[in-house]
């Protein structure tokens, strides 16, 4: 029997990037309109759900290899209703994100390093590329879907290679290049204060609903 009458060795075309996949990625945030400046949340760039949780709608796409212009869609978590959790594994995401864009170790907590967690808004992060670990979740239908959850940092031995740059020296070298510059604050631009929904966004975690 033919490959066109038996289809019971064809491929499965799931569309997804392997989980594990290391991979160099630019994060654009999608604004949502809801600002809390008590939270230092302002500039527009985060979103409320209906259910109050507060969020930031990312949009990450490979710039190189093998699966460049791919895009990859997750929430980074800001405050869930439900509790803490969600906004802890938002911070840490972050945390993952500035070290692995500004060259620090995890490890690294000298004054240059601490210097480079720091953002002056979240207006830093849009744009901010780094290195990230592809995983796989699911969907609100249940189907996979590629996600980021964390980041890879200088301390693992392929960050350079796909960095695609000379390994950094750790020890604060790396922060001290790429330490945010202090600026004066400045009056943030008035921005609708209004829950606002996130089409395309689906699979969120139970705490986030």
């Known amino acids: 029997m033919g490959s066109w009458n038996d289809f019971n060795d064809a491929q499965s075309n799931t569309n997804l990037i392997p989980k594990g996949t290391l991979a160099k990625v630019r994060l654009t945030i999608r604004p949502g309109g809801f600002d809390d400046a008590s939270q230092g949340w302002t500039g527009g760039y985060a979103t409320r759900g209906s259910t109050g949780a507060v969020y930031l709608n990312g949009e990450f796409t ?7 212009r791919r895009k990859i869609f997750t929430l ?5 209703p439900k509790g803490p959790d969600w906004a802890n594994m938002g911070r840490s995401l ?5 070290n692995s864009a500004r060259g620090i170790s995890d490890k690294d907590m000298s004054a240059e390093a601490q210097a480079a967690r720091r953002i002056n808004g979240f207006s830093d992060l849009d744009g901010i590329e780094f290195i990230a670990r592809i995983d796989i979740g699911t969907d609100a239908s249940g189907d996979d879907k590629n996600e980021i959850r964390s980041a890879v940092t200088p301390d693992h031995r392929d960050y350079a290679q796909v960095m695609g740059t000379a390994a950094l020296q750790f020890g604060g070298q790396g ?3 790429h330490a945010p510059q202090q600026t004066t604050p400045t009056a943030p631009a008035q921005q609708p204060s209004q829950p606002a929904s996130a089409p395309g966004f689906a699979g969120r975690p139970s705490w986030a609903q």
Not at 76 to 80: D, N
């Open 62 to 68: 490979v710039t190189e290899g093998q699966y460049a």
């Open 76 to 80: 980074i978590g800001l405050y869930s």
């Open 94 to 98: 972050v945390r993952g994100m500035l």
């Open 175 to 177: 922060a001290a290049r």
